[in-house]
């Protein structure tokens, strides 16, 4: 059976006066973007303007949400209620929505944003909020989210479609979750290493750790940054390597 993956970036993370990434040029190569909705990033013309780019480049969209921090870009942990989680997510998810509904299209999927995402990932009963927002919205969006983690497994059980996620310049703890940012080793910038890593997550479901042992894990969809002109030659080059290795890049719709 051929192997097949999904493309994802964060897009959208443009302020007002801020611009933030380089999303003309990254939607040329992914397949899926995660549209920040305001909170941690993005303002309602860039939402509009950045789906628009999306169905120009024949990209699948979903929402992106993230907390309340825009000082902090959304990478700040906060003290949230599992009724907060629930609240937060279906604020952002539904002002994307009347921005893909005006353009003519939907929401292929749902992925948390930065301490949201890392937080609800292995906090059950912020999960437990999230899973009920989107079951009550849509029980037929996908979530994405940190392939193996809590949220996940539990999306699974409640019967949504969930796609699993890894990331193409992190590295990974023994548990499945990702090296904090603050130690040393938790980003990969050597874009061959980078490469080889993605390719055995895909084809082989595994990835080394930290520590050196080899842990499984579940690729649908591979995170890939586009800030910068390097990183966007980076989303270039995977992409490319893939399909030459024979993995066909497609969007999560069509496999999950």
């Known amino acids: 059976m051929k192997a097949v993956v999904d493309l994802n970036s964060d897009l959208g993370e443009s302020y007002g006066a801020y611009t933030m990434g380089m999303d003309s040029e990254v939607l040329k190569y992914v397949t899926t973007a995660n549209v920040a909705c305001g909170f941690h990033a993005g303002d309602p013309l860039t939402m509009d303007k950045t789906i628009k780019l999306a169905i120009e480049n024949n990209t699948m969209v979903g929402a992106h949400p993230g907390y309340p921090d825009l000082l902090g870009f959304g990478r700040r942990n906060m003290d949230i209620t599992k009724d907060e989680a629930k609240a937060y997510m279906l604020?952002?998810?539904?002002?994307?929505?009347?921005?893909?509904?005006?353009?003519?299209?939907?929401?292929?999927?749902?992925?948390?944003?930065?301490?949201?995402?890392?937080?609800?990932?292995?906090?059950?009963?912020?999960?437990?909020?999230?899973?009920?927002?989107?079951?009550?919205?849509d029980k037929n969006i996908i979530l994405l989210a940190l392939s193996g983690c809590k949220l996940a497994k539990l999306a699974e059980e409640?019967?949504?479609?969930?796609?699993?996620?890894?990331?193409?310049?992190?590295?990974?703890?023994?548990?499945?979750?990702?090296?904090?940012?603050?130690?040393?080793?938790?980003?990969?910038?050597?874009?061959?290493?980078?490469?080889?890593?993605?390719?055995?997550?895909?084809?082989?479901?595994?990835?080394?750790?930290?520590?050196?042992?080899?842990?499984?894990?579940?690729?649908?969809?591979?995170?890939?940054?586009?800030?910068?002109?390097?990183?966007?030659?980076?989303?270039?080059?995977?992409?490319?390597?893939?399909?030459?290795?024979g993995i066909e890049i497609k969007p999560l719709n069509s496999f999950i």
């Open 158 to 245: 409640k019967g949504l479609r969930v796609a699993h996620e890894v990331f193409a310049d992190r590295a990974y703890n023994t548990d499945g979750t990702l090296v904090s940012r603050k130690l040393p080793g938790s980003m990969i910038h050597d874009e061959t290493l980078a490469l080889e890593r993605i390719k055995m997550m895909v084809k082989e479901g595994k990835v080394q750790a930290i520590d050196g042992s080899y842990i499984s894990i579940k690729a649908d969809s591979i995170c890939v940054h586009g800030d910068n002109p390097k990183a966007v030659e980076f989303v270039k080059f995977i992409k490319e390597s893939l399909e030459e290795d």
């Open 91 to 137: 604020y952002q998810l539904g002002a994307l929505a009347a921005f893909a509904k005006a353009n003519n299209t939907s929401l292929q999927h749902i992925k948390l944003h930065g301490a949201f995402y890392n937080t609800t990932s292995i906090n059950e009963t912020l999960a437990e909020g999230i899973i009920e927002g989107i079951i009550e919205y």
